[in-house]
């Protein structure tokens, strides 16, 4: 079983910044795929950035890429998402999202196969 515990969201002014952290309670953190996910109200969850259990692959939603960027922590059993550049439509409940995974080099995107969920963290983002 795998908690996990967002934090670092908040309001914030379009073109500015902010870094959540999602802390992970798993015994071996590095056995798990990571993955940061977004849903906006009346929408539907969506994928923002993935990374690999070695930290070595992430992949990108095309409307994040070059304005995201998802990492990890192995020895704090954290994984991080620093947004900068925010955008109006980045407005949304993040959540973090864990799953076991063999291989050291998969990014997991699709939200169904990810078993394990935080609660999520709000961003709004004004203009």
């Known amino acids: 079983q795998v908690q996990l515990v967002e934090s670092g969201g908040g309001s914030v002014q379009a073109g500015g910044s902010l870094r959540l952290s999602c802390a992970a309670s798993?015994?071996?953190?590095?056995?798990?795929?990571m993955g940061w996910f977004r849903q906006a109200p009346g929408k539907e969850r969506e994928f923002v950035a993935g990374i690999s259990r070695s930290g070595r692959d992430t992949y990108y939603a095309d409307s994040v890429k070059g304005r995201f960027t998802i990492s990890r922590d192995n020895a704090k059993n954290t994984v991080f998402l620093q947004m900068n550049s925010l955008k109006t439509e980045d407005t949304a409940i993040y959540y973090c999202a864990a799953e076991f995974r063999t291989s050291t080099r998969e990014v997991v995107v699709d939200p169904y196969d990810y078993d394990y969920w935080g609660q999520g963290t709000q961003v709004t983002v004004s203009s």
């Open positions: 798993a015994r071996t953190f590095t056995n798990y795929a």
